[in-house]
Structures are given as structure tokens and as C-alpha cells.
Nanobody, 122 residues
């Protein structure tokens, strides 16, 4: 019953910017960690960035300094601001959320969105 819906992907030129959004809905107690992952054609899915419930962040080396992850707890939404985009950033970007759905027992589980395509090309 927990659903994640990504939006904001599209086609952008190198050096451009995009802002991805992911809304988490459903019956939940809390959302712990949220993050963004990406998968390019023929490659493995990789972590892009994560953000904890206390807004602690972690970034892949390849995007650090260019991407910023943030969250709005009131809206159950996580964002990924992507600046200075490069062709190698082209991938399907997936939203992930570690969600607690019951008070007892507390059992956090990972949920995934369907992905949004980001294409960086001139």
C-alpha cells in the first residue's frame, strides 16, 4: 500500500539542470531514509544520494558538488536537484524509501518507485 511516484525527468543539454521529485503515499508510521538511485543502459543500479530523517546526506563521488538531495517531511517528498549535468548522468532514476508501516512490531521495509528517465545530450 506504500507507493512512490517520481517526476521531473526529461531531456536536458550538458551543463543544464533538472529537479526530480518523489512523493511517498500510503499508510505509514514514518519514513526513515530516502534516496535516489540510477541505472544506465547495460549498467548496474548505483546509489546517487541518500538523506536520513535528520537530513544527513550521502552522495556518490560522481555527483558530489553537482547534485543536492533534500526532503520535505510534511509532504513526504524527497527531491534531487541536479546541476551541471553531464552525458554520463543519463539513466533511469529511481526513488527509494525506507518506511515503517506499523508501530508494533517496528519493521522498516524498502520501497521503490517506477523510475523517471533523465537524458543529458546535446
Amino acid at each position: 500500500q506504500v507507493q512512490l511516484v517520481e517526476s521531473g525527468g526529461g531531456l536536458v543539454q550538458p551543463g543544464g539542470s533538472l529537479r526530480l521529485s518523489c512523493v511517498v503515499s500510503g499508510r505509514m508510521v514514518s519514513i526513515v531514509t530516502m534516496g535516489w538511485y540510477r541505472q544506465a543502459p547495460g549498467k548496474q543500479r548505483e546509489l546517487v544520494a541518500t538523506i536520513t530523517s535528520r537530513s544527513g546526506t550521502n552522495y556518490a563521488d560522481s555527483v558530489r558538488g553537482r547534485f543536492v538531495i533534500s526532503r520535505d517531511n510534511a509532504k513526504s517528498t524527497v527531491y534531487l536537484q541536479m546541476d551541471s549535468l553531464k552525458p554520463e548522468d543519463t539513466a533511469v532514476y529511481y526513488c527509494n524509501a525506507e518506511v515503517v508501516i506499523s508501530t508494533w512490531p517496528l519493521r522498516p521495509s524498502d520501497y521503490w518507485g517506477q523510475g523517471t528517465q533523465v537524458t543529458v545530450s546535446s
